[in-house]
């Protein structure tokens, strides 16, 4: 076969999911899901830093971001059950979709009105309403994509396309939003971000209905429907890999999450101004972001999820390494120039390969729960040990100063990524279901 033929023939796949809408509505679903994201975490956290909190509070008030782990609970009722009226209307995952939505919003619009000085226990509730409706969001979202998912270019494809939306999300939720908090204030910044979550109201009341909606039975729901037979089908379905499956998924990303919480207070503590942070995340940032999903997309094709999930593990951690070199030469704009770039490349990686991973162990019949449970794993291990992150660097800080105790802290949270690398290796060469190559 002539090599420009081979060429086409391999590309079709690829230009015929482009063709279909789901490619490009996971921007804004991306967009959507990842706005709320780190205005319960790291932005919270730099608010708090910045009204005078200790970095020990700053970081333990993030745990309210543990509700994101905690979505396994309330997904089965979201894969099952329908909402009256909305479920007619937009059907079963864009109308949770839309109610999650507006959750969101009305959540950032109490933070911006009730303030860190307003009440700090009403405020953290504030957050965690945004935390809880952000989380059903990303699983009726992630119900939606894996239902859309038809073809190995789908796979690929979506969730690098979910992954542009969110890394755009959060450059503006990370980034861009320290601009208008360093003129208006803080309030503000979080009003104009509750107005961009219309992009992904528009996105769901023109999405498509999955052809799974017509599947959900209306006949009463029991715990065993709702709990016990997603479970019995997860590890029929996997057999003995399905427990080697958990905990790799539990240790995946924990030195990424680890480093959350003392990423941007580091960037503060070494004299770097919001705006020079915002200026250089979006564009070092973003740029690399954008590499690094089209590199984890790319993998992702041509050598398979499973090998791709590895790869993943595998760089993930050195962005670690960078921040360890920046807090030693702090307050270089190159160095954390540098930082940003291997982060994002390696970050953009390791996600795309880690939701294209999880995405082909759901069974489509409880395609949400299924989805939900992973990440959830993930998500409550990673959150629930970050929150000590700035306790570590605070206990360290005595003894080493400030800025060795910040490096001691990174390359530690780089070490802990060599389990998930053991994990995936062994993981490779076991029998999977033959949906995991």
């Not at 009105?113 to 979202?141: C, D, H, K, Y």
Request: aromatic share 10%.
């Amino acid at each position: 076969m002539p090599p420009l033929t081979a060429a086409r023939t391999r590309l079709k796949p690829v230009l015929d999911a482009l063709r279909h809408p789901a490619a490009w509505l996971m921007l804004a679903f991306g967009f959507s899901a990842g706005l709320p994201f780190l205005l319960t975490g790291t932005t919270l956290g730099l608010w708090l830093r910045q009204d005078g909190q200790s970095l020990t509070i700053a970081s333990f008030v993030q745990w309210v971001s543990l509700i994101y782990g905690l979505k396994f609970l309330w997904a089965p009722v979201m894969d099952k059950v329908r909402l009256p009226v909305l479920h007619g209307l937009l059907g079963q995952r864009q109308s949770y979709m839309l109610l999650a939505q507006l959750g969101v919003i009305a959540g950032l619009c109490l933070m911006a009105f009730i303030g860190p000085n307003g009440g700090l226990g009403w405020f953290i509730t504030s957050a965690a309403l945004v935390a809880f409706s952000s989380a059903s969001q990303n699983a009726a979202i992630d119900g939606w994509r894996i239902e859309q998912t038809r073809t190995e270019a789908d796979e690929a494809l979506n969730p690098a396309f979910y992954a542009f939306g969110y890394k755009i999300a959060v450059l503006i939720s990370g980034s861009l939003i320290l601009i208008p908090a360093e003129h208006w204030g803080w309030p503000v910044a979080f009003l104009l971000l509750a107005a961009t979550m219309i992009v992904g109201i528009v996105a769901t009341l023109i999405a498509p209905r999955p052809a799974e909606d017509g599947m959900i039975r209306t006949e009463r729901k029991t715990i065993k429907s709702l709990y016990v037979e997603p479970l019995k089908s997860f590890f029929g379905t996997h057999g003995k890999a399905a427990v080697l499956i958990l905990v790799t998924v539990g240790l995946y990303r924990l030195p990424d999450y680890l480093i959350g919480p003392v990423a941007l207070p580091l960037y503060n503590d070494t004299g770097i101004s919001n705006t020079e942070i915002a200026a250089m995340r979006s564009t070092v940032g973003l740029a690399a972001s954008f590499v690094g999903i089209a590199i984890g997309g790319a993998l992702i094709l041509g050598i398979g999820v499973t090998r791709s999930f590895w790869i993943g593990a595998l760089v993930g951690p050195l962005s670690n390494i960078c921040f360890a070199v920046m807090a030693t030469y702090p307050g270089n704009l190159n160095v954390f120039g540098a930082t940003l770039f291997v982060d994002n490349i390696a970050n953009g990686v390791a996600e795309a390969a880690f939701v294209a991973f999880l995405t082909r162990l759901c069974v489509r019949e409880f395609s949400l729960t299924h989805y939900a449970l992973l990440y959830s794993i993930a998500d409550f291990s990673g959150k629930l040990l970050k929150g000590f992150a700035g306790q570590i660097v605070d206990g360290l800080t005595p003894d080493l100063g400030l800025f060795a105790a910040y490096k001691a802290f990174f390359i530690g949270t780089a070490i802990m990524g060599i389990p998930a690398m053991l994990c995936c290796l062994i993981l490779s060469r076991q029998s999977l279901d033959k949906s995991v190559p």
